[in-house]
């Protein structure tokens, strides 16, 4: 009889990971060897606080200022009021023609696939949107399969949130399958942080309808600092560039967090080390209770032309910022937002 060597510990599927998240300040303080009493943080909010333990080890101990914590860890500064921050910063209430549809960009639309997110990123320029009227059930996805299909201008499908790694791979292999019955639709972009938080959601049902589709699949990761880089998560994008899928990046620029061009070239350069492309770097979107997030535009230009003197071009970002009725991402300098006759940015 053959023995077989002892297999090694399973990791813990992705659903366990999500459900095994942090949300407790002072629990998640303490892991990391540091003081509740030290930490101007907030207990008790509507958006709390919530991070995956995979994430939650990639931050150093004894440092208040890790530059992951402060992504994640509400704190006293977000009850703030600060004029021009608001709730709805780029007014897409008006751009939701129905429930979990957003048309904003003539070739794409975005759907709003799930609402959760597996970590509360607190610069989110989401995290006051209507999401309980944005919970659409499979069933529920007829009107926008049917707005799509009307509309040939649509190439590209968006899945967007929340997080949309966060439905469950049967549910996304439904929606797939009836998108891939509109002819014109050639894309399906997933624009998600959930494996950044846990790699493991790259798994074999996720790169199964992935792969079984006629569309092309595209990845939008979301990283915003080199420390978020793990090999976990190489070793998974790995998978997906192995399957043709194109893997793209985008960051927002975070005060005390990535507002450095040595750090925004480190982590351009680790993203090209996992075979992952930089997208776009996008000014803070001015959401209530962010302010403390936001570089002032007088600093953006310098460290841009730092990134093009530093880097190939194909590792520059594009720096953009959404203007509410602009027709797409606009690009940071000044003369693109005259030349639009945008409101110019202050
Ligand atoms: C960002 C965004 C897109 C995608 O824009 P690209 O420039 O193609 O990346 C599409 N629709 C909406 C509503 C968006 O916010
Ligand atoms: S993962 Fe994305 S949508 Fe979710 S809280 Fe973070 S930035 Fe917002």
């Known amino acids: 009889m053959i023995t077989q060597p002892l297999k090694k510990p399973q990791r813990r599927c992705w659903q366990t990971a999500l459900s095994l998240a942090i949300t407790d300040p002072v629990h998640l303080l303490e892991r990391l060897h540091l003081s509740p009493q030290a930490i101007a943080y907030c207990s008790k909010q509507a958006f709390g606080l919530r991070v995956p333990l995979e994430f939650v080890a990639k931050m150093q101990l004894h440092n208040p200022n890790d530059p992951l914590l402060l992504q994640v860890l509400p704190h006293q500064l977000e009850n703030q009021a600060t004029p021009g921050f608001n709730l709805d910063p780029l007014q897409e209430r008006q751009q939701n023609p129905m429930p979990g549809l957003l048309h904003k960009f003539a070739s794409r639309v975005l759907l709003v696939v799930s609402q959760a997110c597996a970590v509360h990123c607190r610069y989110c320029f989401r995290r006051y949107f209507p999401y309980e009227d944005n919970n659409p059930s499979l069933k529920d996805w007829e009107h926008s399969l049917k707005y799509i299909a009307a509309d040939p201008n649509i190439k590209e499908v968006i899945f967007s949130g929340g997080d949309p ?9 439904k929606l797939v399958e009836r998108i891939a019955e509109i002819e014109h639709v050639k894309i399906i972009r997933i624009h998600t942080r959930l494996p950044v938080m846990i790699p493991q ?3 074999p049902e996720l790169l199964s309808w992935c792969t079984k589709t006629r569309l092309k699949i595209i990845m939008v990761l979301h990283i915003n600092h080199p420390q978020e880089l793990c090999t976990a998560l190489k070793t998974q994008v790995a998978q997906l560039c192995a399957q043709q899928i194109l893997v793209l990046n985008q960051s927002v620029l975070l005060k005390n967090i990535n507002d450095c061009s040595q750090i925004l070239s480190e982590l351009s350069w680790k993203l090209f080390d996992a075979n992952i492309l930089p997208y776009y770097l996008h000014l803070l979107d001015p959401v209530q209770g962010s302010a403390h997030f936001g570089v002032a535009t007088k600093e953006v230009q310098p ?7 530093d880097l190939p071009g194909y590792l520059v970002p594009k720096v953009v910022r959404e203007i509410p009725g602009a027709p797409y991402k606009v690009p940071a300098c ?3 937002t005259q030349a639009l006759e945008l409101p110019t940015l202050t």
């Open 201 to 203: 959601r790259i798994c």
């Open 334 to 336: 000044l003369s693109c």
């Open 165 to 173: 790694l966060s439905a469950p791979d049967r549910y996304l292999t």
């Open 303 to 309: 460290l841009l032309q730092q990134l093009m003197t």
